[in-house]
């Protein structure tokens, strides 16, 4: 279903109902983003646009039978002045948050990304190794973990979030430390 609503949107940008986000001047412009049911919508701040992505969500449910949970919706302004926020805010029936934030437990900011937004995840990993090694596994149930778990926790964060390099040479550390069982007797 979600899939159809990111077509309609698409169809929507066609056709001048909705411009998106221009993030550069040769790229193409950014109407919506998913990850599984969440869909994150991007425009600029006009009440044309507020009113046209309205419609579409209101069409979209009728067609669909799904419910927005709009206590669970939010809206970002960037440079934009308050009287355009609250008539946004008032058309969509979203409330306004303030960065920073977390979006899935992805730091948004408008500040530059610091090692410090990374100590969660380094937090997670050095924790589920220490859950780990209570155990005793070999070669083969170490790599299994570090695949299956370890990797799939950066996932997310890697694919939205670039790491500084001092963050990932110690990620890659604990995992090869951990799969080669170092500080284990």
Do not use: C
């Not at 937090?123 to 070999?138: A, C, M, V, Y």
């Amino acid at each position: 279903m979600m899939e159809v609503l990111g077509q309609v949107i698409k169809h929507a940008k066609v056709v001048g109902k909705v411009k998106g986000i221009q993030l550069s001047e040769d790229g193409q412009a950014l109407t919506h983003q998913r990850f599984v049911n969440d869909t994150m919508l991007q425009g600029i701040p006009m009440v044309k646009e507020a009113l046209s992505y309205k419609q579409i969500l209101r069409d979209f449910s009728m067609a669909s039978g799904m419910e927005f949970n709009l206590s669970k919706s939010k809206i970002f302004f960037f440079n934009t002045h308050i009287a355009i926020q609250r008539n946004i805010s008032r058309i969509l029936g979203f409330q306004r948050e303030l960065l920073p934030s977390k979006y899935l437990g992805v730091p948004l900011t408008t500040k530059p990304l610091r090692k410090r937004i990374w100590e969660p995840v380094i937090k997670k990993f050095q924790d589920k190794i220490r859950e780990w090694t209570i155990r005793s596994l070999n070669l083969a149930g170490r790599l299994v973990l570090t695949k299956a778990i370890l990797q799939s926790i950066l996932v997310f964060m890697l694919s939205t979030l670039p790491s500084p390099k001092g963050v990932l040479h110690q990620l890659k550390t604990i995992q090869r430390d951990f799969l080669w069982g170092k500080g284990e007797e």
